[in-house]
Structures are given as structure tokens and as C-alpha cells.
Nanobody, 128 residues
Framework: QVQLVESGGGSVQAGGSLRLSCLVS????????MAWFRQPPGEERDGVAA???????SYALSVMGRFTISKDNAKNTLYLEIDNLKPEDTAVYYC??????????????????????WGQGTQVTVSS
């Protein structure tokens, strides 16, 4: 059974950096599309970055240049590096995966309904 477990969240000051991790288990190699989403308090869950099994990356326009998605296949881990953190980055961050389609590439909006598997989320709080 596929499981995704996020870690790396925390409380940081504006201008700092964080690297979130998502350990994926129960996955056998093949086509995959993986993504990071975030959900600020009282708001909807929005996609911020995606990465497919061909290595193609996608970013929401609102985070391009500050967020970097990557994957370590040997460690079965997906990462999200966030630089120059801003208070508006405060949210619960989720990783998600789907194994039924690839490649995946998004110009801006990343649909949550594209992904069947989700982690439990990790909280990121940015103070000014």
C-alpha cells in the first residue's frame, strides 16, 4: 500500500529557508506524478509544484523562483526547498502522488483531483 509521510515543517522567520521531505513507500518504479500542495488556514488546498517520472517540473506562478521540487530516487523521497520564506507561506504542506499517468506538466494550476495518494501534512509557520 502506498504511503506518503511528510516532515521538515516548523516555525521560521521571514527570509529563512526550509526543506520539506516526503518519504514514499509501497511504490514500485514506473510512471508517477508527484506534487506538493499547501493549505493556509481557512483557505483551499493549492498546488505549488509538481515533478513527474521523466524529471519534468512544474510550479505555480505565485511561487516560481522561490520553491524547488526535487526527488531522490535512491531514498524514495520527494523534497520541496522553500527559499526567502514569507508570512503568506504559512500553511500545512502536503505531498501527493499518482501512478496512473505521466508525464505531468502544469502551466500554473495543479489540480488536487489529479492525485490519488496524499500524506498527512506538515505545518510551516513563517513569522515576520
Amino acid at each position: 500500500q502506498v504511503q506518503l509521510v511528510e516532515s521538515g515543517g516548523g516555525s521560521v522567520q521571514a527570509g529563512g529557508s526550509l526543506r520539506l521531505s516526503c518519504l514514499v513507500s509501497g511504490y514500485t518504479e514506473g510512471k508517477v506524478c508527484m506534487a506538493w500542495f499547501r493549505q493556509p488556514p481557512g483557505e483551499e488546498r493549492d498546488g505549488v509544484a509538481a515533478l513527474d517520472s521523466d524529471g519534468r517540473t512544474s510550479y505555480a506562478l505565485s511561487v516560481m523562483g522561490r520553491f524547488t521540487i526535487s526527488k531522490d530516487n535512491a531514498k524514495n523521497t520527494l523534497y520541496l526547498e522553500i527559499d526567502n520564506l514569507k508570512p503568506e507561506d504559512t500553511a500545512v504542506y502536503y505531498c501527493a502522488a499518482d501512478f496512473t499517468f505521466a508525464p505531468c506538466h502544469y502551466s500554473d494550476y495543479i489540480p488536487p483531483l489529479d492525485f490519488a495518494f496524499w500524506g498527512q501534512g506538515t505545518q510551516v509557520t513563517v513569522s515576520s
